[in-house]
């Protein structure tokens, strides 16, 4: 089993910046991708960001391109997402997820930390 353990988010203006961090614990080395995933009221969860565990080789959305950077401590077990100008549909409930097999099925799944964006 992996748990993983979401920080970082907050109420920000249009324009400013946030990094959220996930902390994995158990089975880390377990993990072959790690990732972020949104949900904005009302949506279906959206990808954002991936990265993999070992290469570091990551991934975007073309909604966050340029803007947010997906990054990983490997001796933390920890993974960042360093999210730059930000705009009101940036607003979401932003989860940390974690990939075994690196088949784009999530296995395991943070709390969720809410991202709100105002304009």
């Known amino acids: 089993q992996v748990q993983l353990v979401e920080s970082g988010g907050g109420l920000v203006q249009a324009g400013d910046s946030l990094r959220l961090s996930c902390a994995a614990s158990?089975?880390?080395?377990?993990?072959?991708?790690m990732g972020w995933v949104r949900q904005a009221p009302g949506k279906e969860r959206d990808f954002v960001a991936t990265?993999?565990?070992?290469?570091?080789?990551?991934y975007y959305a073309d909604s966050v391109k340029g803007r947010f950077t997906i990054s990983r401590d490997n001796v933390k077990n920890t993974v960042y997402l360093q999210m730059n100008s930000l705009k009101p549909e940036d607003t979401a409930v932003y989860y940390c997820?974690?990939?075994?097999?690196?088949?784009?099925?999530?296995?395991?799944w943070g709390q969720g930390t809410q991202v709100t964006v105002s304009s």
């Open positions: 997820a974690a990939d075994r097999y690196n088949d784009r099925n999530w296995d395991y």
């Open positions: 158990g089975r880390t080395s377990s993990i072959a991708v």
């Open positions: 990265i993999t565990w070992s290469g570091g080789n990551t």
